[in-house]
């Protein structure tokens, strides 16, 4: 008889940790949320950044002077709407055409673009891994419920594409993520990065980043209170001012020759035009 006492111990089965669980759901909600994300429906505003896309991938060189169709793209704010600029630069690059780009395969990589870069400020700000899985995982399932017109969710899943929602959920938490590790490390590399990150979302979404500014002040005025170091923040403050007043004094000054050159080219036409009915 084989003495059981001398077989060799069987190693116990590893039972899968909570954290592994909970990856494979933040997964699989993250698949699911990228597939939801393909627009399904058409807004007002898809018909201009197609234009924009086109635009950019066609005119022979950037004017800004459109037909009297498109005349709305003269906004000024286009000039510094550099995100239907980086789509034209993907179309040509991947060789899909713009529309096949803007309405089927970039919204699904922005969707994990945009978990990634959540679940990395979770870390940032302490969250442990699980934590910063679940702190993902409730996001996606937040913005499910958030669907009706008008409300984050919309925007999440039915209009990515677009500068603002690209502003909102992929470059904000970049930018508060590069704003912690700059308060914590106070290096010049760290400072370049926060730098780098701020000027894209200047030429995405000017608006977005005074609400991203104003969410940093709060937060670098609480750091400042528990570290007592108040130079990157004032640092930080003053890289955001400067990058969002440049790009103003641009525009401005666009703008003003822009207006000078069209009414030059009217009071030539109105000119014309009397002196043919003269005649």
């Not at 494979?24 to 939801?36: D, F, H, M, P, S």
């Not at 990065?193 to 991203?212: D, K, N, Q, R």
């Not at 003053?238 to 009071?267: D, E, N």
């Amino acid at each position: 008889m084989i003495d059981p006492e001398s077989q060799p111990e069987q190693p116990l089965e590893k039972t899968p940790s909570p954290y592994w669980i909970g990856f494979i759901v933040a997964v699989l909600v993250t698949c699911i949320a990228a597939r939801l994300a393909i627009p399904s429906l058409i807004f007002e505003d898809d018909f201009t950044y197609n234009a924009l896309l086109n635009y950019y991938q066609h005119a022979p060189q950037y004017t800004f002077e459109f037909s009297e169709a498109l005349d709305r793209m003269e906004i000024a704010r286009f000039w510094l709407a550099f995100w239907p600029l980086m789509e034209a630069v993907l179309s040509h690059f991947s060789g899909l055409h713009g529309l096949l780009v803007t309405g089927i395969y970039i919204a699904p990589a922005l969707v994990l673009i945009s978990s990634l870069a959540l679940y990395n400020l979770a870390r940032s700000l302490g969250l442990g891994r699980a934590g910063a899985v679940l702190a993902t995982t409730a996001h996606l399932f937040s913005l499910l419920r958030l669907t009706t017109n008008g409300e984050a969710g919309v925007f999440f899943f039915d209009r990515f594409p677009e500068d603002k929602s690209v502003a909102v959920f992929v470059l904000a938490p970049m930018f508060f993520r590069s704003l912690v590790t700059y308060l914590e490390k106070n290096t010049l590399r760290t400072f370049i990065l926060f730098g780098l990150i701020t000027l894209s979302i200047v030429w995405t979404h000017p608006v977005v980043l005074g609400m991203s500014a104003m969410i940093a002040g709060l937060f670098g005025l609480l750091n400042v209170l528990s570290t007592n170091k108040i130079f990157p923040l004032m640092a930080a403050l003053g890289l955001i001012s400067v990058f969002m007043l440049a790009p103003l004094s641009f525009v401005c000054l666009q703008l003003k020759i822009y207006m000078i050159t069209r009414l030059k080219k009217h009071w030539k036409q109105d000119a014309k035009t009397s002196l043919s009915l003269a005649i």
